[in-house]
């Protein structure tokens, strides 16, 4: 028999309690078809859940199957299928089983959650906000549970003024028992687990939120896992980095500072900051957060020359030239001459002074110490032969560089670096490697195409640095 949904018929007054609420929008609740037992079926169900409990999912699926078959209208094969799915990582055919104990047991509390997440999950907000809202009137789950239902329904009633002002009557509890069930016995790969799922449902907010009230409560591992993804979160939350500034700060100054996944050891702070600042750039590029945390390590450290340059090469390209650039560079220079993304930094601030015989010496000096010269560095040359005369040369660098951005090897190389960052260093994936890769190379690839194109009908190309230089000095 097909599941079937519907809304209450009663004529609706305004509610006095979120369950009220929520029974106006939530599946009705059904008795499921009553049946009896089959014998075969329940022997086969009986085998499967002794193999599961010893971890023998596969072989526990097979006989999962063979009950359903044997009695297809009981649910218990379809849920134990579906959590030893779960066990062996099939999600997505985890879900689809889900779905068959639905249609069996309107009412299965486990299967409303796991599917309204999933429907908040992937923008289905109706489907949601029925499965969600039954399972609010049915259920009190675990905190961790509720934690994330609790996300999924902010989620999928994002526009409803009235549920939203009831959820956030609800949100102190449920934060503060989840938070003390994950800080005081979860290992990491349940937090960033949880961290993920908050994600997924556009709950980054909720999930810094969680971080900042029960960080100090967890042990040393757990610890360096949250103070690694920290500044990922709250830069793709629009924060400034001060957030992180200041709770790196505080365990720098208790002696507890320590990043993933070297996490027993400890870190400095200015070391700590600029890895903060080098996760921010590559996932969002917000701008206000990765100055600030480079400032802060360069202020702490005026020896580290690969935050410095970075620093240099963020404001460069935001501001120009500028006194401050200036000098940033020159002192990396002082630290190390002869690092290839230095010689590319200082290079291309020349380019935009005017100093072509000093950017050419500088830049072509880059690429020949480089094991493996970035598209950008050809790009850079480029313009900097570009403005020298040497046209036909200046043409090759660009053309160089197209080549490099579109070779599939160059992407799937890159989008594996992001996706190891993620998986391997945050633990967390809150963009996409195919999202970041994007935000990092679509705009070198579009200018190098606009320069060619350019070129190519007679007309001057267009540098979009020489925009930024009547505010320079």
Do not use: C, M
């Given at each position: 028999m097909p599941l079937m949904f519907c809304m209450s018929s009663t004529a609706f007054v305004e509610p006095l309690t979120i369950q009220e609420y929520f029974a106006n929008v939530s599946v009705d609740k059904i008795a499921g078809p009553a049946h009896q037992t089959v014998r075969s079926a329940a022997r086969e169900y009986v085998h499967a859940k002794q193999l599961a409990l010893n971890n023998f999912h596969i072989e526990a699926i097979k006989h999962y199957r063979n009950a359903a078959a044997l009695d297809v209208l009981s649910p218990a094969p379809w849920v134990g299928m579906a959590i030893s799915l779960g066990a062996i990582k099939q999600d997505d055919t985890a879900l689809l089983v889900w779905k068959e104990v639905i249609a069996r047991d309107p009412s299965h509390t486990d299967a409303l959650l796991i599917l309204g997440i999933d429907a908040a999950r992937m923008g289905n907000k109706e489907l949601g906000q029925q499965y969600l809202s039954r399972h609010w009137i049915e259920a009190n789950p675990e905190p961790i549970e509720s934690l994330l239902r609790y996300a999924a329904l902010r989620s999928v009633f994002d526009t409803d003024e009235?549920?939203?002002?009831?959820?956030?009557?609800?949100?102190?509890?449920?934060?503060?028992?989840?938070?003390?069930?994950?800080?005081?016995?979860?290992?990491?790969?349940?937090?960033?687990?949880?961290?993920?799922?908050?994600?997924?449902?556009?709950?980054?907010?909720?999930?810094?939120?969680?971080?900042?009230?029960?960080?100090?409560?967890?042990k040393p591992k757990e610890l360096a896992s949250l103070l690694t993804i920290l500044p990922v979160l709250e830069s793709v939350s629009n924060g400034d980095g001060s957030l992180t500034e200041n709770i790196y700060t505080e365990f720098s100054v208790n002696n507890k500072l320590a990043l993933s996944p070297r996490w027993?050891?400890?870190?400095?702070?200015?070391?700590?900051?600029?890895?903060?600042?080098?996760?921010?750039?590559?996932?969002?590029?917000?701008?206000?957060?990765?100055?600030?945390?480079?400032?802060?390590?360069?202020?702490?450290?005026?020896?580290?020359?690969?935050a410095i340059n970075n620093l240099a090469w963020i404001v460069l390209e935001e501001e120009g030239p500028t006194e401050y650039v200036q000098q940033l560079c020159a002192k990396a220079m002082s630290l190390d001459a002869k690092a290839p993304y230095i010689l590319d930094t200082v290079g291309r601030m020349q380019t935009m002074l005017g100093n072509t015989e000093l950017s050419l010496e500088l830049l072509t000096t880059a690429i020949e110490l480089s094991d493996d010269p970035s598209p950008e560095m050809y790009e850079h040359l480029g313009d900097a032969l570009w403005n020298s005369g040497e046209r036909e040369r200046a043409l090759a660098m660009w053309e160089t560089a197209s080549t490099i951005l579109n070779t599939e090897d160059f992407k799937t190389f890159a989008m594996q670096d992001y996706a190891a960052l993620a998986h391997s260093v945050w633990g967390v994936m809150v963009r996409t490697p195919e999202a970041m890769y994007d935000f990092e190379m679509s705009g070198v690839l579009c200018r190098l195409q606009n320069k060619l194109h350019a070129v190519a009908q007679g007309n001057e190309p267009d540098f979009e640095y020489t925009k930024r230089l009547n505010g320079a000095n």
């Open positions: 009235v549920a939203l002002g009831f959820l956030e009557k609800e949100l102190g509890p449920i934060l503060d028992e989840a938070g003390h069930r994950l800080a005081t016995s979860a290992p990491s790969a349940a937090w960033l687990g949880v961290i993920q799922q908050l994600v997924d449902l556009n709950s980054t907010e909720l999930a810094l939120l969680l971080i900042q009230q029960h960080i100090a409560d967890v027993s050891e400890r870190i400095s702070l200015a070391e700590a900051l600029s890895l903060a600042a080098q996760s921010v750039s590559v996932v969002s590029g917000n701008v206000d957060a990765s100055v600030l945390l480079y400032k802060k390590s360069v202020e702490l450290d005026a020896t580290n020359a690969l």
